[in-house]
T-cell receptor, first 114, second 115 residues
Framework: GNSVTQMEGPVTLSEEAFLTINCTYT??????LFWYVQYPGEGLQLLLK?????DKGSNKGFEATYRKETTSFHLEKGSVQVSDSAVYFC?????????????FGKGTLLTVNP | DGGITQSPKYLFRKEGQNVTLSCEQN?????MYWYRQDPGQGLRLIYY???????QKGDIAEGYSVSREKKESFPLTVTSAQKNPTAFYLC??????????????FGPGTRLLVL
């Protein structure tokens, strides 16, 4: 079956530090990969996505590259801000089947201090 | 503005009581989903619906029921059979596109607490 494993948090950084949140997956076929972000007390928002190997998704200074050889989709940002404090979820969609369910990782809490 | 609304924001349930969480979308999306979020466990799929008058069980459907009588609405009932209902419930919608990555759009969530 499908599964997503992401690094456990919490992650605490100072403003302007470099961020990496690791995400690896297990899936048959060729899944699409996503990063969602959840700010306190809110629902999830799509941050970025990639649909095939070597694709790079990017948004708001965040980037992630779909690495099929290592089954990974690590999230990176060169300089984090206090406003980036949130929970980040890695997810996959295995559209090789007849449904389009998302499988989520457990989430990583990021706290950025001024 | 298009989006997904969930109500109420907080809901309290007494022992043996059924409660219904509302989810409405005006995005004209075909598919709708219900997830449960518990601390440290990420999101788990309860039910989903790809089309009106049809829905399927997700990974943790026991103790829950849904209906999909209208495209815009996908209410979730937490029944008395759900013994541990305290959680944050998230509704989402999407329009699956053949050959394309689907993006699910999420509502703001309902927090259910047991009295």
């Amino acid at each position: 079956g499908n599964s997503v494993t992401q690094m456990e948090g919490p992650v605490t950084l100072s403003e302007e530090a470099f961020l990496t949140i690791n995400c690896t997956y297990t899936a048959t076929g060729y899944p699409s990969l996503f990063w969602y972000v959840q700010y306190p007390g809110e629902g999830l928002q799509l941050l970025l996505k990639a649909t095939k190997a070597d694709d790079k998704g990017s948004n708001k200074g965040f980037e992630a590259t779909y690495r099929k050889e290592t089954t990974s989709f690590h999230l990176e940002k060169g300089s984090v801000q206090v406003s980036d404090s949130a929970v980040y979820f890695c997810a996959l969609e295995n559209s090789g089947g007849s449904n389009y369910k998302l499988t989520f990782g457990k989430g990583t809490l990021l706290t950025v201090n001024p | 503005d298009g989006g997904i609304t969930q109500s109420p924001k907080y809901l309290f349930r007494k022992e043996g009581q059924n409660v219904t969480l509302s989810c409405e979308q005006n995005l004209n999306h075909d598919a709708m989903y219900w997830y449960r979020q518990d601390p440290g466990q990420g999101l788990r799929l309860i039910y989903y619906s790809q089309i009106v008058n049809d829905f399927q069980k997700g990974d943790i459907a026991e103790g829950y029921s849904v209906s999909r009588e209208k495209k815009e609405s996908f209410p979730l009932t937490v029944t008395s059979a759900q013994k541990n209902p305290t959680a944050f419930y998230l509704c989402a919608s999407s329009t699956p596109l053949a050959g394309a990555a689907e993006t699910q759009y999420f509502g703001p969530g309902t927090r259910l607490l047991v009295l």
